[in-house]
């Protein structure tokens, strides 16, 4: 199975900084389309997980441009530029490039 | 809208079964790879089961082989999930969504003790 291994595991953050996490994944996530299924979630506490980011870079609807997903091949990251209240929660990177799919231990970002 | 409704959960002795719906509404379900993701409690997520637009395909991981079974009525833009010989270890909350993520139901809570 595809490891994905997420850090740091928690972060602490005042209002308005900027943080990034990483993800980096045991294998190559390129399908054999050429695409990367990698995609960033976010889970609020006591909600369902929502995805933030698909396919490394693309941001889902509704989702501000403070947020931006970069990487390639087996290392990814996520950067929050600018962080509000409401992005605090747990963030998790997924694939889905093979099966079984897999995510990450998930990230915890919370108030400094 | 998209929707994803759970409904099946609760609290079921160690080694019986117990049977997890999941009813779409707002898009084409037929055109989609359907998905069952679990969390334990305090835990991360997990992917358990995974199905085919058609339903003739599908995917687990070792944790779960041989006991869950994923299916799909897609006349009732159904997605099901059958759990069998379960354990204390399958205690989580079970959410249905759609493969790539974009979607996830409100999730349903099974609790495997005696």
């Known amino acids: 199975d595809v490891v994905m291994t997420q850090t740091p595991p928690s972060l602490s953050v005042a209002i308005g900084q900027s943080v990034s996490i990483s993800c980096k994944s045991s294998q190559s996530l390129v399908y054999s389309d050429g695409k990367t299924y990698l995609h960033w979630l976010l889970q609020s506490s006591g909600r369902s997980p929502k995805r933030l980011i698909y396919q490394v870079s693309n941001l889902d609807s509704g989702v501000p441009d403070r947020f931006s997903g970069t990487g390639s091949q087996k290392d990814f990251t996520l950067k929050i530029s600018r962080v509000e209240a409401k992005d605090l929660g747990v963030y998790y990177c997924?694939?889905?490039?093979?099966?079984?799919?897999?995510f990450g231990a998930g990230t915890k970002l919370e108030l400094k | 809208e998209v929707q994803l409704v759970e409904s099946g959960g609760g609290l079921v002795q160690p080694g019986r079964s117990l049977k997890l719906s999941c009813a779409a509404s707002g898009f084409t379900f037929s055109n989609y790879y359907m998905a069952w993701v679990r969390q334990a409690p305090k835990k991360g997520l997990e992917w358990v089961a995974t199905?085919?637009?058609?339903?003739?395909?599908?995917y687990y991981p070792d944790s779960v082989k041989g006991r869950f079974t994923i299916s799909r009525d897609n006349a009732k833009s159904s997605l099901y999930l059958q759990m069998n010989s379960l354990k204390s270890e399958d205690t989580a909350t079970y959410y249905c969504?759609?493969?790539?993520?974009?979607?996830w139901g409100q999730g349903a809570s099974v609790t495997v003790s005696s």
């Open positions: 199905i085919s637009t058609s339903g003739s395909r599908t």
């Open positions: 997924a694939q889905t490039t093979h099966f079984p799919y897999t």
């Open positions: 969504a759609r493969r790539g993520g974009d979607a």
